[in-house]
């Protein structure tokens, strides 16, 4: 890895407060990034900045930011050029699932929320951050999709859908910036062990059951590959990473130990 390509840029991540997001702050801060961190629990993020900070030596900036709401966003940004601050690489990771029902027995105020944020969080982020990289002709999104923008897997309806949809935006994004020095890049995982699955289910029992008996990806595992996209020379923009847990074999397929290959969620029926 090229630690001289990146030390001393600035990252921008949403969703630090925790998981892959809070991952690739360390990662970043540990190759002597600046990093704003952002998320809507400040307490959280200050925590997490302090520590970086305390660790790495560099530039950490917490700032409670939700991405649904674009006036929100706008600001931040904004209030960041108008201090001077650049930002070099984008990471658009705040997301999350809801629940798990079936279309027909879905909430519609759920379906808001995810959409709203892992989508148009995503669109108003990229949108307030890029007119800056164009104007300076340099700059990386670097946006976290999941497998589940590859495939649907039983009660995966509305996450999948916006998932599908950030592979999509990233892959336009890409054509649209043709001619320019901004590289779009899009990292998918399976299943990853952070509070995911207990912000979908709001039980922590039934999170932790979800990663039993197979070894899920951890949030370094991700923030590794996010570094390894931003680490690349100029000239090499890697478009699209899927990252499985070796005992996933796709989407909708785990092997748990002790137990034939099940879909993905038959042992939280
Ligand atoms: N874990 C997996 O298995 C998995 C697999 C594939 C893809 N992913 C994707 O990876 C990304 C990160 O998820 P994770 O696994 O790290 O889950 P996580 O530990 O629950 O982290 C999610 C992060 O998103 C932030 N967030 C949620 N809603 C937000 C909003 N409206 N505005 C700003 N920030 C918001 C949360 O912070 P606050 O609550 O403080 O706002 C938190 O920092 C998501 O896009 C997810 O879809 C995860």
Redesign the pocket.
């Known amino acids: 890895m090229n630690k001289n390509l990146i030390q001393g840029q600035t990252v921008l991540i949403?969703?630090?407060?925790?998981?892959?997001?809070?991952?690739c702050a360390e990662q970043f801060a540990k190759l002597g990034c600046h990093v704003i961190l952002?998320?809507?629990?400040l307490d959280?993020?200050t925590a997490v900045a302090a520590d970086l900070k305390a660790k790495y030596g560099v530039r950490t900036t917490p700032i409670q930011?939700?991405?649904?709401?674009n006036d929100q966003v706008e600001a931040a940004v904004n209030k960041l050029i108008d201090e001077g601050i650049e930002i070099d690489i984008l990471i658009?990771?705040?997301?999350?699932?809801l629940s798990s029902d079936k279309f027909q027995d879905a909430k519609v105020s759920n379906w808001e929320?995810v959409i709203?944020?892992?989508f148009k969080?995503l669109l108003y982020t990229t949108k307030a951050v890029l007119s800056q990289m164009l104007k300076r002709n340099r700059g990386h999104i670097i946006n976290?999709?999941?497998?589940?923008g590859h495939g649907c897997y039983p009660t995966g309806n509305i996450?999948c859908a916006t998932?599908h949809a950030v592979r999509a935006i990233t892959q336009s994004l890409r054509i649209d910036l043709m001619g320019s020095a901004i590289r779009v890049s899009e990292v998918?995982?399976?299943?990853?062990?952070?509070?995911?699955?207990?912000?979908r289910w709001e039980d922590k029992e039934k999170a932790k059951k979800f990663y039993q008996g197979f070894q899920?990806?951890v949030?370094d595992d991700?923030a590794d590959a996010v570094l390894y996209c931003a680490t690349r020379p100029q000239h090499v923009n890697v478009a699209e990473l899927v990252v499985y847990p070796q005992e996933q074999a796709s989407l909708t397929d785990i092997c748990r130990k002790g137990e034939a290959p099940k879909g993905l969620f038959d042992r939280v029926k």
Do not use: C
């Open positions: 949403t969703g630090a407060s925790s998981g892959i997001g809070k991952a952002t998320a809507r629990r959280r993020l930011l939700d991405v649904q709401k658009n990771n705040a997301g999350l699932a929320i709203d944020t892992n969080g976290i999709g999941s497998v589940a996450y998932k998918d995982p399976g299943a990853v062990e952070t509070e995911f699955s207990e912000v899920p990806l949030a991700i």
